[in-house]
């Protein structure tokens, strides 16, 4: 009765229990799968727009650049929706946060 309501994002993972993959969950995997998406899914319409002009025109190779133009529209958008970008570039997460980083504060004393 004296509960409070589930907020989308939040750490909680319904026992009370904090959460241990943190807010983004497996967002690493779901970023995979739209980058992937969004280029394979470019080169297929723009491959048959080149093909569908191919006919029309009687050339061959609309359908060649068809295909190169929706890989590179594809990770244009992936870029745009930030889906291309590290995990240190989340929201909350710290500079250095990066694989390869010492834990704590850095002194130059000896």
Known sequence: MG???????????GRGEADPRGRYGDAGYNDGLAVFS???GGIIVWSLIGWGLDNL??????VLAGGLLG????FYLSYKHNLTRSN??????????????A???????K
């Open 88 to 101: 240190s570039s989340r929201p909350g997460s710290l500079p250095g946060d990066g694989p390869g980083q």
């Open 3 to 13: 509960e409070t309501p589930k907020t989308p994002g939040s750490s909680e993972n």
């Open 71 to 74: 890989a590179v529209g594809g």
């Open 38 to 40: 969004y280029i394979i």
């Open 57 to 62: 025109l009687g050339t061959r190779l609309l």
């Open 103 to 109: 834990e704590g504060p850095q002194s130059d004393a």
